[in-house]
């Protein structure tokens, strides 16, 4: 084996080729090769400076460490996307191409069957195949999704050099059969993928109210012990009271031939009846004024025992109105 050599690392693959028939695979590929090289070409990257692995339904490009890193990945980030779109104009629907593509440094090595190796071509390789890459190509609307490994974010994008939009990638942890993997994915991370975040990424989540399941925020006015005395009720505001209804005038209203007394009614020696005919009993008198001749301090008629009704009781009944033989009037 040839001692390990530093090289940039760009790794392409084609999203569901093996879904293809022959023919398609044999087309996309020729296809995929075209935009490599096309994107190559603008970025300024001669033939001579990169060496090239085919693997079937992806290609790795090796390019040599004089050409500036910042100056391939905004051929990846800009170019590539638009030689894309220009082959996918011109193809059917069976032969769209969209693609994941990997931005990745470190050192490798030729063995002597001519294949490339390295732990770093490894690492690349596992962000290339990683779920979440996936998931952000197929959740996103355009056919290009990039992901960068943490070497290239802490060398090169996040120094903010023209060209690379280093506040739109997002730190991820990758899933993969060495263990997790971190990351830099470009564009929002997939739905799916949330979980992967790296911790810290994103910002706190917010506390919970006191008492709160963390379902949903808890009651305005805490808990208190419900009827059971194990449940939680809530300790609203009570609902305001009903206004009381509209009270008649002061005076005596007989509404279809029954009393109904509203305001204040005066007995005693201010009374009297003028007009109309009276038939029965009628008693004037107050409650609770001075007793009148004849009667106890608690109201009863002298020589009856207190509690005792007599057909003299003047206080009105329960309900308001008169009972029979207290000042009825009679039929006309």
């Not at 931005?103 to 390295?118: C, P």
Request: glycine share 14%.
């Amino acid at each position: 084996m040839n001692d390990p050599v530093n090289r940039t690392m760009l790794l392409v693959d084609i999203e569901k080729f093996s879904d293809r028939d022959d023919v398609e695979q044999a087309f996309l590929r020729r296809m995929l090769y075209d935009v490599v090289d096309r994107t190559m070409e603008r970025a300024g990257i001669d033939e001579t400076l990169r060496l090239r692995a085919d693997q079937g339904d992806s290609v790795m490009e090796f390019i040599d460490p004089n050409v500036p890193v910042p100056q391939v990945l905004r051929s990846v980030i800009s170019e590539l996307p638009a030689q894309l779109k220009a082959v996918n104009r011109m193809a059917s629907s069976a032969a769209q191409m969209r693609l994941r593509t990997v931005v990745a440094s470190g050192f490798i090595a030729l063995d002597e069957r001519g294949i490339w190796v390295g732990s770093d071509l490894n690492h690349a390789c596992r962000l290339l195949d990683a779920d979440l890459l996936r998931a952000a190509l197929r959740e996103r609307p355009g056919d290009v999704a990039l992901c960068v490994s943490q070497s290239v974010w802490t060398g090169i994008v996040r120094h903010h050099h023209l060209g690379i939009p280093a506040e739109e990638f997002h730190e991820v942890t990758l899933a993969s059969k060495n263990g997790p993997l971190p990351a830099w994915l470009l564009g929002p991370v997939p739905a799916s993928g949330q979980a992967a975040v790296t911790p810290g990424a994103a910002g706190p989540a917010p506390a919970p109210a006191p008492g709160a399941s963390g379902e949903r925020p808890g009651p305005a006015g805490g808990t208190e012990a419900g009827p059971s005395g194990g449940g939680s009720a809530s300790t609203s505001a009570p609902a305001p009271a009903p206004a009381p209804a509209a009270q008649p005038p002061a005076g005596i209203h007989f509404t279809g031939g029954a009393p109904v007394f509203g305001g204040g009614l005066v007995m005693g020696n201010q009374h009297g009846v003028s007009g109309g005919r009276v038939d029965g009993d009628v008693v004037l008198g107050s409650v609770g004024g001075p007793p009148r001749p004849g009667r106890t301090p608690n109201g009863s008629a002298a020589g009856h025992a207190p509690g005792v009704d007599t057909p003299e009781q003047d206080g009105p009944s329960p309900d308001g109105r008169q009972t029979p033989g207290s000042g009825e009037a009679g039929p006309r």
